[in-house]
């Protein structure tokens, strides 16, 4: 392997490495970097962020290096990861309150109440049951209402993104001084 492909797909690792991080970092932010998240409307919709409830969003967000173009993408596997990083419009239809109303039930056992009848306030539980009733007000709407995703961005182009991809140049700055001074005494032999 030649010198240049070597420390280009060693600088390669480095920004994906640094960038995974600072996106994971996102999520602890709130924010994308420096512009916080759109808070719930709920008020019974427990604490933290509506990204966080369960984690599987964060753990879901992969990197795909691409070695011949030089390039890395963040992926996730979650259908909604798109429209919460981007926002957007849902068009309710008869197939989303069916599935609205199957995760409704599949939540709706798990919600507990203490002997008073009333919600317990433990965490997970006001996690369940915001989950729950969110389910049951998309089941209660009529087909072809539209709901309205704010954007919750996670991942993207942002300053701080290029001021850690230009760190990275930075920190591998001799090594790639040295790299490209043995490539030219070599040529110019």
Do not use: C
Request: overall charge positive.
């Amino acid at each position: 392997m030649s010198a240049v492909k070597s420390l280009w797909q060693r600088l390669l690792h480095d920004i994906q490495v640094e960038l995974t991080e600072e996106f994971d970092r996102n999520f602890e932010r709130k924010a994308f970097f420096d512009r916080p998240w759109r808070p719930r409307r709920s008020k019974r919709s427990g604490r933290g962020s509506l990204l966080q409830a369960t984690g599987k969003l964060r753990r879901s967000i992969l990197p795909e290096e691409n070695p011949s173009s030089g390039t890395i993408t963040w992926t996730s596997s979650e259908p909604y990861a798109d429209i919460q990083n981007n926002g957007g419009t849902i068009t309710v239809t008869i197939a989303l309150k069916a599935h609205a109303w199957k995760e409704y039930y599949k939540l709706a056992p798990h919600i507990q109440y203490t002997k008073s009848g009333e919600l317990s306030h433990r965490k997970q539980n006001l996690a369940i049951a915001a989950e729950a009733e969110m389910w049951k007000a998309i089941a209660l709407m009529r087909p072809g209402s539209k709901i309205e995703i704010p954007q919750r961005q996670f991942i993207g182009n942002h300053y701080q993104v290029r001021e850690s991809i230009a760190k990275v140049f930075s920190d591998n700055a001799d090594d790639l001084a040295n790299t490209v001074s043995r490539i030219l005494k070599k040529n110019i032999k």
